[in-house]
Structure formats: C-alpha cells, structure tokens
T-cell receptor
Framework: AQSVTQLGSHVSVSEGALVLLRCNYS??????LFWYVQYPNQGLQLLLK??????LVKGINGFEAEFKKSETSFHLTKPSAHMSDAAEYFC????????????FGAGTRLAVHP | GAVVSQHPSRVICKSGTSVKIECRSL??????MFWYRQFPKQSLMLMAT?????????EQGVEKDKFLINHASLTLSTLTVTSAHPEDSSFYIC???????????FGPGTRLTVT
C-alpha cells in the first residue's frame, strides 16, 4: 500500500523568503512522486515529478524537490517566494510503470505575505 | 500539448435530477481516464478509473449506479451523477493518461451544486 503525508496544512512565508513544503511517502515498491499546484476553483497543474534517475528534480516556476529514499521524503522548495505562489500544493505517489492511480496527500496551503 | 477540458465548469441542478459532466482530451488519445472528487479544503479522492471501451473500475465506497462513467472514445469520458442530492455537491476533476508517458493530465474541474 502507498500513502503520502504532508506536514503542515498551512504554511505562511514572506515574499522573497524560502519556501519549504514537506512530503513523506510510504511505498513498498519503487515510487513515482509528484507535486501539483491548485489555484482556487481550478484543476491541478504539475509542478515536477520524480520517476527515475537524478534525485534532485527541477520544475516550473522555480520549484525543485529532492527524492531522499533513506528518509522517504520528497520535499518541495523554492528559494524566493512570490505572491503568485500562494495556492494549494499536493504531493502524490504512484507505483512505477503503467496506469496507476495517484495517492494524494492532504495538501498544504501556502500563503505569501508582502 | 496534453490539454484536458471539462464541461460544464459549473452546474447547478435540483435534487433528484441527473447531471452529466464531460471530460475531453484535446490533443492526445486518452486510453485511461480518472475521476476525482474534492470536498472544500480537502484533497482529491479517486472515484473511478475508466479504460476506453470497457467498464469503469470504482473505488471502494463509490456507488457505481449513482456515478455512471462512460469512456466510449479515446478522447471523451463522461460522469453522470444520477438522482443528485445536496450531499453530491462537490468539485469533480478528471484526468487523462496516454500510453506515451502514463502521466495524468488534469482537467480544470466542474463545480456541482445540488439544491
């Protein structure tokens, strides 16, 4: 079975500050890991994903995440927050290969203050 | 590329009526589509997985006779909420996958309100 835990349902940062959103996963098989962003009343947009290869993955809008197998973590970071980064962020895991359902974390709402 | 649309974006219906939501992959062939439900300030809950030309696979606890899913072509899947009740009010999101990268591409969602 797979699961995702996002620590912190709400994170608040100042504009220009570091963004760190935490995600830990549980999986008995090699996972594929994803971060999605959701703006109000919209669908999900993929920020980045880890499948195989390099453990530090870079995504859109300056975000990146590092897959740490030993810590079962896939934390999302951005060096400098923008006001436009305020949104809901979801971490998700799936099994590698083929059509597999995504298991989502509960989400983290990011607020960015001037 | 990999654009998924949903129609309507917002719908209000009366209790007891049925409502159909369409999910279309606009620029790729979606061999598999997924339907999710999202309650306010909560995460996405997978309702069912549908493969083109076959019956949908429903998640535990999801009533297949209430949430009818059809995936008749490689670009269209529909979710019909039958005999809707106020508790069915929610945000419904679909996603579509192809055989190239198996990644799920999400639609913009449909806000259903049952009065």
């Amino acid at each position: 079975a797979q699961s995702v835990t996002q620590l912190g349902s709400h994170v608040s940062v100042s504009e220009g500050a570091l963004v760190l959103l935490r995600c830990n996963y549980s999986s008995s098989v090699p996972p594929y890991l994803f971060w999605y962003v959701q703006y109000p009343n919209q669908g999900l947009q993929l920020l980045l994903k880890y499948t195989t290869g390099a453990t530090l993955v870079k995504g859109i809008n300056g975000f990146e995440a590092e897959f740490k197998k030993s810590e079962t973590s896939f934390h999302l970071t951005k060096p400098s927050a923008h006001m436009s980064d305020a949104a809901e962020y979801f971490c998700a895991v799936t099994r590698s290969g083929g059509y597999n359902k995504l298991i989502f974390g509960a989400g983290t709402r990011l607020a960015v203050h001037p | 590329g990999a654009v998924v649309s949903q129609h309507p974006s917002r719908v209000i219906c009366k209790s007891g009526t049925s409502v159909k939501i369409e999910c279309r992959s606009l620029d790729f062939q979606a061999t598999t589509m997924f339907w999710y439900r999202q309650f306010p300030k909560q995460s996405l809950m997978l309702m069912a997985t549908s493969n083109e030309g076959s019956k949908a696979t429903y998640e535990q606890g999801v009533e297949k006779d209430k949430f009818l899913i059809n995936h008749a072509s490689l670009t269209l899947s529909t979710l019909t909420v039958t005999s809707a009740h106020p508790e069915d009010s929610s945000f419904y999101i679909c996603s579509a996958s192809n055989r190239v990268d198996y990644e799920q591409y999400f639609g913009p969602g449909t806000r259903l309100t049952v009065t």
